[in-house]
T-cell receptor, first 111, second 114 residues
């Protein structure tokens, strides 16, 4: 059973556009929601993370929007650049360091 | 500070064999987690070790096992390999064990089972 569902599977965005990736979760005990960025041949790297007590967190061009009642959270990449082309994973965890990951979104930013 | 290192980076085995993968966490990190990454399933949690003790385990068969040494280095072992075990195996380390701790991933070991 996939605890965290991620969509879309792939995304193509023009340079300068907004990339939006969505995730939904079931377990209301989750209390930490990170997003990871992965380039080919590399391990995932933490991009930005949020706790459920805030509805939005922004770091540079990256924003997480969190909707606790809907059990959904999303990643917005503003002014998308070709260098943002990568696979993005959302994740969720609680208590112990057991993270549940989404299945990933392959983002391609066209120059 | 050096990142998480994993060895070997690539491995080819045949069905029925066993394999051992190694992970050296970031200096000072005491928690090591292992994940299996496949195109269809994404990252699946295998287990987590903290101070040489397995703290948490995912839904994988007993053929998958691990251990952690006193210097926090960790090994993962897969016995009786199956074709479906072909995947990228990722190791991640964090300072402590707990939700909210940033996990730093290594580059992974790509295992191909023939």
């Amino acid at each position: 059973q996939q605890q965290v569902k991620q969509s879309p599977q792939s995304l193509i965005v023009q340079k300068g556009g907004i990339s939006i990736i969505n995730c939904a979760y079931e377990n209301t005990a989750f209390d930490y929601f990170p997003w990871y960025q992965q380039f080919p041949g590399k391990g995932p790297a933490l991009l930005i993370a949020i706790r459920p007590d805030v509805s939005e967190k922004k770091e540079g061009r990256f924003t997480i929007s969190f909707n606790k009642s809907a059990k959904q959270f999303s990643l917005h990449i503003m002014d998308s650049q070709p260098g943002d082309s990568a696979t993005y994973f959302c994740a969720a965890s609680f208590i112990m360091a057991q993270f549940y990951f989404g299945t990933g979104t392959s983002l391609t930013v066209i120059p | 500070k050096a990142g998480v290192t994993q060895t070997p980076r690539y491995l080819i085995k045949t069905r029925g064999q066993q394999v051992t993968l190694s992970c050296s966490p970031i200096s000072g990190h005491r928690s090591v987690s292992w994940y299996q990454q496949t195109p269809g399933q994404g990252l699946q949690f295998l287990f987590e070790y903290f101070s040489e003790t397995q703290r948490n385990k995912g839904n994988f068969p007993g053929r998958f096992s691990g251990r952690q040494f006193s210097n926090s280095r960790s090994e993962m072992n897969v016995s009786t390999l199956e074709l479906g075990d072909s995947a990228l195996y990722l190791c991640a380390s964090s300072r402590t064990s707990g939700s909210g701790e940033t996990q730093y991933f290594g580059p992974g070991t790509r295992l191909l089972v023939l």
